[in-house]
């Protein structure tokens, strides 16, 4: 549908038998009308009028309802609304969920972004059948309310026009529109638009809804004006609240997952820019079988690890991250190394082994990269650890690229051979919302627009000229404190190179300490704020960057121990019904008479993490309205890990054009256990010890290239432990907080392993792995190969 026929405002009438919902689009020129039903007491019954009607034509419709109705009221006015969220029905009656108000946050190549300023929950049954029907207990004083918990006016977005829910490069070289963009792992209101989008077929009385983070700001750099958006999609799959959704469940989706996006074109007044580039990178929780339980007299809870010999789970999320970005996946580990008592340490050495078992099985080109540094040590060493993250970040850059892409624009007649990416709509949101409820057939704007460009009226012509292909992952324990920090010097170096490609500076960097790092880091900090009250409760502990700009060390002490406390209530007090309000707005649970409530089950985790088979809450989802699959969602109801090559039913693509889908990258490659190549010190992620490294590498030899050493290709190792690239020694001091933490299951529980071992056990059970899996005549073409780029590099800024 052209952009100019889109249903961007809409009002809400109502008799005594039905509402009656009217859209239109920004010219006023095209008018539907929407007929719901509202004496079915528990059914949903909508009709369509086809017929596509004039603003005349559309009032002169409407009078005749009031006419016809006039014995019991007439047709009233409601409320003036500019989409449907979608319908929901618990144990009585359906409820429609509408935005009464948008605020307008971005634009994208003439596409206006929004975010959601008020929205309105309407009970559809009239009065009369409501006085009939037998009411739960529970419909009103609690379902209801915890719908209404999910406050949509806190971090959600859309857009007419543009398909926020997915990157630019696929939005660019992929045409998809309608039901299937609904089906993504992004959209938030898949599940309660389904129900209209599936009996009307089509899409445009609803808008689609991402949560996370948007922000567009202008920023100048030698003179020449540009446009910055950041974009973080929350996915919808496994969502819900810091300990009650840990790791990675068995349908490979795990905890916290955000894309991020990054958005930079040339800011030219009146104009489409010439040229538009963008990034995506990703982070989400480690992706392992473990778990944390909610404790309101402990302030850091044990870490449960659940046993997955073959890591299935983790296998069908790399295999997920394959198909949506394509090769390399370069993951970058933030959790620490050591710790008096194991407790990140110990997912630490489980996440490498997984990488290590699942790169067996993968050819050399496609096996996952494996990157881990320990970033709170770093942080109270060295003076500046955004540095070594900035070194890391370009080393990802040069695998995946950036995206980017020329812009023409065109009359809308005219024939292109590039991708055409739709027509321009320069609406604007004016103070005027209230809506006068009449039914004449004034033909007067309720809001006046403002004019636009001629050039935003033309169809806009897009011709990629690069690719980004594969994604860097980055997690901690949280992906929310030390992985913000760590995806804003990603995201730095990227805007170096975006900026390159534009043409706006000659040297493809932005200096870490330039005015423009500094604006950066403000957003990426307001970005970590936002998702880290959504997931955690609190803003996120920025002491980095508050160090960066000069705070006072008192005073970001004062604040992070502020931040700990907030997190810790919303956590011990809050979050449980939190999670149960996700659960109910994103589809998960369906009630349904005579059978458990939400609230009288065990908990979050029955039917979300850990179990063989289906729970009872999956089959009541499955026997409501079957779900549409997503490219968030992996194809198989059994264990077995899916196979890239031809395992995958699912059709997602990697947002490249058809002639680069089969396209990989094989500078560098491989990936295996993880090495330290420090002086005083080699450590092995498997287990708890950092050993000495004569006992591993007895015939070790060191090469010292600026701050940087090798290891003896004889003797290295896959996986990369980055605490060679900081100059600070192998020492390392625990966290004031840290305390056992390693809290097995119940005896008999086979989905649960013991992993408690005495420290003589685990260097005797460490040192037998690494013999027994042949690691360390393993030859490390990646390491040798990051060795060499790194070398070649030098010591460079961002």
């Known amino acids: ?371 881990h540094w320990d970033l709170s040590k770093h942080a109270r060493r060295d003076k500046n650890p955004l540095l070594t993250l900035g070194r890391v970040a370009a080393y990802a850059l040069e695998l995946t690229g950036i995206f980017h892409c020329g812009i023409t624009s065109e009359a809308p007649t005219s024939d292109s051979s590039g991708q055409t990416f739709g027509e321009s709509s320069g609406d604007e949101e004016t103070s005027t919302d209230d809506m006068a409820p009449t039914v004449s057939g004034s033909t007067n704007a309720e809001n006046i627009e403002e004019s636009e460009p001629a050039s935003f009226r033309r169809k806009l012509v897009m011709k990629p000229i690069a690719y980004q292909k594969g994604v860097l992952r980055t997690n901690c324990i949280d992906c929310l404190d030390r992985t913000n920090v760590a995806q804003y010097a990603y995201g730095l170096v990227a805007l170096g190179r975006q900026l390159h490609a534009l043409g706006l500076i000659d040297d493809p960097k932005v200096d870490l300490d330039a005015p423009l790092a500094n604006d950066l880091m403000n957003i990426y900090e307001r970005m970590g704020d936002i998702l880290a009250f959504q997931y955690g409760g609190s803003a996120a502990h920025n002491k980095i960057f508050c160090e960066r700009r000069g705070q006072w060390k008192a005073a970001t002490q004062s604040q992070e121990i502020i931040r700990t406390i907030q997190r810790y209530y919303s956590n011990a007090y809050l979050d449980s019904e939190k999670q149960d309000a996700i659960n109910v707005f994103l589809g998960h649970f369906q009630p349904q008479q005579d059978k458990p409530a939400l609230w009288e089950l065990d908990s979050d985790q029955h039917y979300n993490l850990g179990r063989r088979g289906h729970s009872f809450t999956e089959d009541l989802a499955r026997s409501f309205i079957k779900r549409s699959f997503s490219d968030g969602n992996i194809l198989v109801e059994n264990s077995d890990p899916v196979s890239i090559n031809n395992g995958g039913t699912e059709n997602v693509s990697l947002g490249l054009p058809p002639s680069l889908q089969s396209e990989e990258i094989t500078e560098l490659s491989d990936s295996a256990p993880e090495i330290s190549a420090t002086d005083t010190g080699l450590s092995y992620s498997r287990f708890y010890p950092t050993l000495p490294g004569r006992q591993l590498f007895p015939d070790r030899r060191h090469t010292l290239l600026n701050e940087f050493s090798t290891l003896d290709e004889s003797h290295s190792s896959n996986f990369l432990d980055l605490d ?75």
């Open 1 to 371: 549908m052209a952009c100019d026929e889109i249903l961007q405002k809409f009002k809400l009438y109502e008799t005594r038998s039905n509402f009656y919902l009217v859209g239109y689009n920004k010219a006023r020129t095209i008018w539907h009308v929407l007929k719901i039903d509202r004496l079915e007491a528990s059914d949903l019954s909508i009709y369509e009028d086809k017929t596509i009607y004039s603003e005349a034509e559309c009032y002169e419709l409407l009078k005749r309802v009031h006419d016809g109705n006039r014995s019991t009221g007439g047709l009233k006015f409601v409320t003036k609304c500019y989409g449907i969220v979608g319908f929901v029905r618990f144990l009585g009656p359906y409820y429609m969920l509408l935005i009464t108000k948008r605020r307008r946050v971005g634009n994208i190549c003439g596409h206006i972004v929004y975010e959601v300023s008020k929205s309105d929950i309407i009970t559809l049954p009239s009065p009369i059948v409501r006085s009939n029907m037998a009411y739960s207990k529970d419909e009103n004083s609690r379902y209801k309310r915890l719908l209404c918990t999910v406050d949509l006016t806190k971090d959600f977005f859309f857009s007419y026009s543009y398909n926020i829910m997915r990157s630019l490069q696929k939005n660019l070289c992929e045409e998809k529109s309608g039901q299937v963009l609904y089906e993504t792992m992004f959209v938030w209101n898949e599940f309660l638009s389904r129900s209209i989008r599936h009996h009307l077929k089509n899409t445009i009385w609803t808008v689609a809804l991402i949560h996370g983070f948007f922000k567009q700001s202008n920023f100048s750099v030698l003179g020449k004006n540009f446009r910055l958006t950041l974009i973080a999609r929350r996915s919808r799959h496994f969502a819900g609240t810091r300990y009650l959704k840990r790791g990675v469940n068995e349908k490979g989706r795990v905890a916290n997952d955000v894309e991020t996006e990054q958005i930079v074109f040339e800011d030219i007044p009146d104009e489409i820019p010439a040229q538009i580039t963008s990034v995506v990178q990703n982070r989400g929780s480690i992706p392992l079988m473990w778990s944390q339980e909610t404790s309101k007299l402990n302030i850091r809870p044990d870490i449960i690890l659940h046993k997955d010999e073959e890591y299935k789970a983790t296998r069908l999320h790399f295999d997920n991250l394959i198909m949506r970005y394509g090769h390399p996946i370069i993951i970058l580990n933030l959790i620490k190394t050591k710790e008096k008592k194991p407790r990140e340490s110990l997912l630490r050495a489980e996440f490498a082994k997984s990488i290590h078992m699942i790169n067996k099985d993968l050819p050399e080109e496609e096996r996952l990269r494996f990157l």
């Open 724 to 798: 060679w690239l900081s100059s600070s020694g192998n020492s390392c001091e625990d966290d004031i907080y840290d305390r056992s933490s390693i809290i097995n299951s119940t005896p008999g529980n086979n989905s649960m392993e013991n992993v408690i071992l005495t420290d003589a056990e685990k260097v005797e059970t460490s040192l037998d792995h690494l013999d027994n899996s042949g690691i360390l005549n393993h030859a490390g073409t990646f390491t040798d190969k990051f060795h060499q780029w790194v070398s070649t590099e030098g010591t460079f800024c961002f």
